[in-house]
């Protein structure tokens, strides 16, 4: 179901995967700075995540301001809370790369302002965090994750050129949350494996992502 959601005096596009049987939980979910929501991996994780019976908004916001991006999804965390025609119990929020910093920001700032004692928001998942740039290790994108209290889970290729695998150990062993990390062998930035092909790859990803979400969801 394609749906444009307002953002300021614009709209954003976005488009809702839903399950045959009426959804409790939903996952939002945005790609990184390439790309948009028909980026290849979300939007097979979207038709996974509903053909398993949870609902997937995905959303494309082409800003490349971290700032930006995550105004956009705290607009789109505000859009489905209110939206009539599914009623959630509560959300994950999900990003690939630096949709996945926009997530985890957006996660932060809910949490340290009034608007979110609801548990609305269940967790955040990061597919491929870009925790720092390529040879750029001294400097770590590490503050949101430091202060976010929800489930967390990152899934990352162990040959990422953005988020070396020692430095995001470091990182998940400071955070107050619970957290869990799938490293997918040898696979780069874009979850690419030699070897391997991209669906094989993927389907490891999404049934990561779905047993996780299972785990954290308070039936």
Request: glycine share 8%; proline share 4%; hydrophobic share 40%.
């Amino acid at each position: 179901v394609k749906v444009k959601i307002p953002f300021g005096n614009k709209y954003l596009d976005a488009i809702f995967s839903v399950p045959e049987k009426k959804p409790t939980y939903g996952v939002i979910l945005t790609h990184g700075a390439g790309g948009d929501m028909n980026f290849p991996h979300l939007v097979s994780l979207a038709a996974y995540l509903a053909s398993h019976g949870v609902l997937c908004l995905r959303f494309t916001c082409k800003g490349l301001n971290v700032a930006y991006r995550t105004k956009a999804f705290k607009a789109v965390v505000e859009y489905l809370k209110l939206c009539d025609d599914y009623k959630l119990s509560g959300v994950f929020l999900a990003g690939r790369s630096m949709g996945s910093r926009a997530a985890a920001s957006v996660i932060r700032q809910l949490s340290q302002g009034d608007d979110d004692d609801d548990g609305f928001i269940q967790g955040l998942v990061c597919l491929s965090y870009p925790l720092h740039r390529p040879k750029l290790q001294s400097k770590l994108r590490d503050e949101d994750l430091l202060l976010i209290t929800c489930p967390v889970l990152f899934v990352s290729g162990s040959a990422d050129e953005m988020c070396e695998k020692q430095l995001l150990e470091g990182v998940v062993s400071k955070m107050k949350a619970p957290k869990k990390i799938h490293w997918i062998d040898k696979a780069n930035h874009g979850m690419a494996v030699k070897g391997r092909t991209a669906d094989d790859v993927m389907e490891e990803v999404n049934a990561q992502v779905f047993s996780w979400l299972r785990e954290n969801i308070q039936l």
